[in-house]
């Protein structure tokens, strides 16, 4: 597990990505890209990680996130066989002349707020999956006008949440992945153990302060957070193979069950019986 920068290319005779059904349920993807991106998810129950927000959703949800936020795969978890729509465009997919006509106004707008993440709910949800979905079978010109119409039908909704604290307005340089890597690493081998914040600050040759501090701007978590949504997420993956409460909490580097319920109940909505149950029938 680390942090990873997903490197997109647009489609043949396209200024943007389309994936379909790209599923990836047993992967946990914790990632940022410099493209938007425009994601709905069908037929699924799970976690919404966007920066530093966590939300559950519930049967379906839409997300139009920013450029360079970290965010998780949606599907991640999810034991359904869900519907996925995600497209994926450059900031300047349309070029200057996008920003400077009027009639974009709106549009343009939307694109601000999406470097905070935005969800949508209600009845914009309903159609714009249905109109997402529909967008493989056009021909390219036509999915390029849908993809606008969508836009705006999105940037004049009332329907929708923003999700991030703040924007995130510049990609990690080559030090910051290589730092993140490391600190990921370490995270995925040893997180059944205790890990201390003097023993990740060395590997990142920062002091204790600096490294909580540039972990905080980085991540927009603090270290203890990241560690204990990684924990989660493998109790999760071993309450789904049966493990019982007890054994998951110790199994992940929780110390005690009652702190252990807590934090899975702030990450995912539900205690760690309910999701068991819930995924058991």
């Known amino acids: 597990m680390k942090i990873v920068r997903e490197h997109i290319l647009p489609d043949a005779e396209s200024s943007f990505r389309l994936l379909l059904t790209p599923c990836v349920t047993d992967v946990f993807f914790w990632h940022y890209h410099p493209e938007y991106e425009l994601a709905y998810i069908e037929g699924a ?6 920066g530093d927000h966590i939300s559950r959703y519930e049967g379906s949800d839409l997300v ?27 900031d300047h997919f349309l070029g200057d002349a996008f920003r400077k006509t009027p009639e974009f106004a709106a549009i343009t707008q939307l694109f601000e707020r999406a470097r905070l993440g935005v969800s949508f709910h209600g009845e914009t949800k309903r159609r714009i999956g249905q109109h997402l979905g529909q967008l493989a079978d056009m021909a390219p010109f036509e999915r390029l006008l849908t993809l606008l119409r969508i836009f705006q039908e999105l940037a004049t909704s009332a329907d929708h949440q923003l999700l991030h604290g703040e924007a ?12 993140l890597q490391r600190v990921s690493e370490v995270v995925a081998e040893h997180y059944p153990r205790k890990i201390e914040i003097r023993e990740v600050a060395a590997l990142t040759n920062l002091t204790e302060a600096a ?71």
């Open 168 to 179: 995130v307005i510049s990609a990690y340089n080559l030090q910051e992945q290589q730092r």
């Open 64 to 90: 139009f996130i920013g450029p360079n936020i970290p965010h998780l795969n949606f599907d991640y978890g999810v034991v359904t066989e869900p519907k996925k729509v995600v497209v994926q465009l450059k």
């Open 211 to 281: 490294f909580c501090r540039y972990f905080k701007r980085i991540t927009r978590l603090t270290f203890t957070q990241f560690l204990n949504q990684y924990r989660v997420h493998q109790a999760q993956r071993l309450l789904l193979q049966d493990a019982t409460v007890s054994e998951a909490c110790f199994a992940c580097g929780f110390e005690n069950l009652s702190y252990f319920t807590k934090t899975f109940r702030r990450i995912t909505g539900e205690n760690p019986l309910q999701f068991k149950k819930r995924h058991r029938a």
């Open 45 to 50: 129950n799970g976690t919404r990680h966007v």
